[in-house]
T-cell receptor
Framework: GNSVTQMEGPVTLSEEAFLTINCTYT??????LFWYVQYPGEGLQLLLK?????DKGSNKGFEATYRKETTSFHLEKGSVQVSDSAVYFC?????????????FGSGTQLTVLP | GAGVSQSPSNKVTEKGKDVELRCDPI?????LYWYRQSLGQGLEFLIY????????KSGLPSDRFSAERTGGSVSTLTIQRTQQEDSAVYLC?????????????FGPGTRLTVL
């Protein structure tokens, strides 16, 4: 079946530090890949997505590239801000059959200190 | 409203009681999903509705869980004879259609506590 493995947290960084949160997946076919973010006290929001190999999703300074050869979709940001403190979830959605639900990783808690 | 709404936002119940959780998807969205978020299990898929097709119930953890979607819009998730392990945040999401690349928009969730 489909699965997503992401970097264990929590991650604590100083403001303006470089961020990488690793995400690898197992899936048949060509899934779409997503990063969702959950800010404190808020619901899940889509951060970025990529629907085919070598696509790069980007939003709010975050980027992730769909690497089929390494089955990865690592999240990066060059300079984090305190406001980026949140829980980040990597997810995939299969393109096979009728299954359309998201399969999530376990989430990575990020805290950015001023 | 513009987003997915869920009610109630919080629900505390006693073990053995039945509960109903409601989801109002974004208008015009044909696909609706229920997930739950718990400390031990992370984010788990429960059930998926797409238009008038039979729902995908493959994620429901037991036959105490059921859901329906009336008129292709509002959905209700029912948990019968609640157990303490049912305590979690129940999330509803909707998307325009059911394509793999579609963005799913999530509601704020219902926090269920079973005493």
């Amino acid at each position: 079946g489909n699965s997503v493995t992401q970097m264990e947290g929590p991650v604590t960084l100083s403001e303006e530090a470089f961020l990488t949160i690793n995400c690898t997946y197992t899936a048949t076919g060509y899934p779409s890949l997503f990063w969702y973010v959950q800010y404190p006290g808020e619901g899940l929001q889509l951060l970025l997505k990529a629907t085919k190999a070598d696509d790069k999703g980007s939003n709010k300074g975050f980027e992730a590239t769909y690497r089929k050869e390494t089955t990865s979709f690592h999240l990066e940001k060059g300079s984090v801000q305190v406001s980026d403190s949140a829980v980040y979830f990597c997810a995939l959605r299969s393109d096979l059959g009728s299954a359309r639900q998201l399969t999530f990783g376990s989430g990575t808690q990020l805290t950015v200190l001023p | 409203g513009a987003g997915v709404s869920q009610s109630p936002s919080n629900k505390v119940t006693e073990k053995g009681k039945d509960v109903e959780l409601r989801c109002d998807p974004i208008s015009g969205h044909t696909a609706l999903y229920w997930y739950r978020q718990s400390l031990g299990q992370g984010l788990e898929f429960l059930i998926y509705f797409q238009g008038n097709s039979a729902p995908d119930k493959s994620g429901l953890p037991s036959d105490r869980f059921s859901a329906e979607r009336t008129g292709g819009s509002v959905s209700t998730l029912t948990i019968q004879r609640t157990q303490q392990e049912d305590s979690a945040v129940y999330l509803c999401a909707s998307s325009l259609v059911g394509l793999a690349g579609d963005e799913q928009f999530f509601g704020p969730g219902t926090r269920l506590t079973v005493l």
